[in-house]
């Protein structure tokens, strides 16, 4: 299983990205996706997540401003990123929980990281 993050990239402030994370490889059940995000310095943190029934959470810096949505069709998350701020700039990471085969657990997997620079 696989995950690969794409969308970032340098914005000015009040701009917008959408960040994007597919998932491959032989599964059945995506239970769970989320986002994070390190900027330099700083530890990982969690910005948004979407459980399989649709219920979403996202951390107080960026509510209203980001949105979390999935398509299970082709096994991919998304993250829109609107009004962005310099405190954004960070390297965004997709998780997900992912079930390989019926009858087992579930287990984390991570994509690569995408840079997101918001400057002027």
């Known amino acids: 299983v696989q995950l690969q993050a794409s969308g970032g990239g340098l914005v000015q402030p009040g701009g917008s990205l959408r960040l994007s994370c597919a998932a491959s490889g032989t599964f059945v059940w995506i239970a769970g996706w989320a986002w994070y995000r390190e900027a330099p310095g700083k530890q990982r943190e969690l910005v948004a997540a979407e459980t399989s029934g649709g219920a979403t959470n996202y951390a107080d810096s960026v509510k209203g ?13 998304y993250l829109q990123m609107n009004s962005l701020k310099p405190e954004d700039t960070a390297v965004y990471y997709c998780n997900a929980a992912i ?12 994509g690569q990281g995408t840079q997101v620079t918001v400057s002027s």
């Open 65 to 77: 401003r980001y949105a979390i949505s999935r398509d299970n069709a082709v096994n991919t998350v």
């Open 99 to 110: 079930r390989r085969r019926w009858g087992t657990a579930s287990q984390d997997y991570w």
